[in-house]
C-alpha cells in the first residue's frame, strides 16, 4: 500500500468512527430528552451547554486547530437541540395573545434553546411591504394588514416544527385560526393589562394602542378579544412574573398530550394501510 492510499484509508476508518459517534449521540439526545420529559426534569438547561464548551476549549487549549473544531462542535449541537424539538413538538407551534405578551420573547427563548424557526409574522409583513406595521395601516388600512397575516398563514402548513409569532389581532379571524389548526397547536399567552402597559410603553410600532397607551384602553381591547382568543387556544399560559425560560418549560408540559394524540393517529394509520379494513 503507498503513503496515500494509507492515509486515505486512515482518513476513512477516522470518518466511520466519527459517523458512528454521531448516530450513538443522536440515540443519546433522543434518550436525554425523553427521559427529563417522563421523570419531571426541566428540559431548557442552557448552562450544561456552556460548561461543556468550556471544558472542550480548555482541553484543546494548545492545539492549533481548536477553533475549526470548536466550529463544528457547534454544528453537532445546533443538531442536536433540533432534534430535541423533533422529539417534544414536532409539530407547529402559534403563539396568539394580546400585544405586550410576550410572544416574541417566547419565540426567541425557543429558538435559542431548540434551534426552531421562528416566523416573526409582523416582522416578514413588514420586510415583505418595505414599511413599518404603523406605515401599512396608515397607507393601505387594516383590512389589507390582516389579509397579508392570512396568506403568511397559509403559507406556514408545509413546513414542521416551526414557532409562529402571530400578530396579536391574527386569532381574530376564524380562516387564520383555521390555517394554524392544520398544521400544529395555537398557545395563548396572556398578561395582566399592568404587566402589557409596562411592556408596549416604550414601543411605537403598534398602531392600534398608539395615542392610547393607558390601562382602561389596554383592558377594554383586551376583553374584547378574550372570547375569540380562548376559542383558538389549545393551550393557555400566564406570563405574568415568569421567565422565559419557564414558560417554554410550561409550553412544553402542556404540548406533549397533544403529540402523543398526534403520534398515535399516526401508527394507527399506518396500522390500517398494513391492515385494510374488511369491506
Ligand atoms: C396587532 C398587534 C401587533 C401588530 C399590529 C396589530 C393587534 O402585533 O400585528 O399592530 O391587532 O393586536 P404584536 O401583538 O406582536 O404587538
Redesign the pocket.
Known sequence: MDKLEKLRNDLYMCDEVIIDMLRMRCQIVQELVNYKQENGIPTVQPQEEERKKKSFNKKLEDYQYRKSIMKVYDRILYQSKRIQSHELFDLNVFLI?????G??TISAALKEVFAMDVIE??EI?AQRNGMS??EI?ELHG?EY?RNE?TNLLRECENKKNQII??????A?RQVNVDEMKKSGKVVLLTASPDTILDR?QA?H?????ENNKTIEHITK?MEA?EPAYLKAADIVINTDGKSAYEICEEIIAKIQPFREEAQAKAEAVKTEEVQPAQA
Do not use: N, Q
Not at 410600532?205 to 394602542?209: A, E, G, K, V
Open positions: 395573545g394580546f400585544m405586550g405578551v410572544k416574541s409574522m409582523d409583513i406595521i404603523s395601516f387594516e394588514f397575516e409569532s402571530c400578530g396579536g389581532g391574527a381574530m408596549v414601543s410600532d403598534r398602531p392600534l394602542l381591547l378579544r
